[in-house]
């Protein structure tokens, strides 16, 4: 099953009314994350009332759709509604291959000039709403939407430059493995995952995740001295999903 596809500000309001119902993680006021994604937060998991901003970064060090993804797993496995809007190329079938429940999960592929007033919207009756940054926000507006967010115990997740979030995700490095001389084929990427924010979140912090992965959650060995295999680094896992 698809994600609900919500067109019109009618399909909009339908959609919220049954999200505000009680759902299992609703009395909860951290939302889950991957345990190996929860160093990066200084909660440890996607607490309500936050803004959790994913860079999109530069295209040569891509990977900002996978990580969303694997950002809302759990939270969504474990009974909250997500919304995913702005964001036409959004697959669900990579969604559904990590997890996200698509019964709870709306799309808003494209909100046009009233994209405030959905993403507001959402944030009233959606535990963590997803949205592509548009390049004309306000300074004013996105305080707004961060405020309406706090005050409703919604999750917002800004994908794209977004000033003041409590914490700023980015893809920074990617390495692809698959290829080898001449020949081959691309099959996943090592990339460093860095966290930057304010508060508790102050100190930057790095790790290094597998974008798309095979469908495992395992840690990425470390080389040790003399050219063995050694202990693996804390906080690296595979993340399934999506480039």
Known sequence: MAGRMVVGSAALADLVRPASAPDPAGGHRVLPVAPEL??????????RGSTIAVSAGQPRCSGGTSLVLALLAEASRAGSWCAVVGVPTFGAGAAAEIGIALDRLALVPDPGPEWPTVVAALIDGVDVVVTAVPQTVSASVANRLAARARQRGSVLVPYGRW???DVTLQVVRGVWEGLGS???RLRRREVTVSARG????ARP???????PGDGLTRVIPRPATGGGVGR????????VGSA
């Open 198 to 201: 304010r508060g508790a979140a």
């Open 205 to 211: 912090k790095e790790i290094k995740v597998w974008l």
């Open 182 to 184: 001449g020949r081959g």
């Open 163 to 165: 000033d003041g979030a």
């Open 232 to 239: 693996p680094r804390r906080g690296a896992l595979t993340v």
């Open 38 to 47: 929860t160093g990066l937060l200084p909660n440890r998991g996607l607490r």
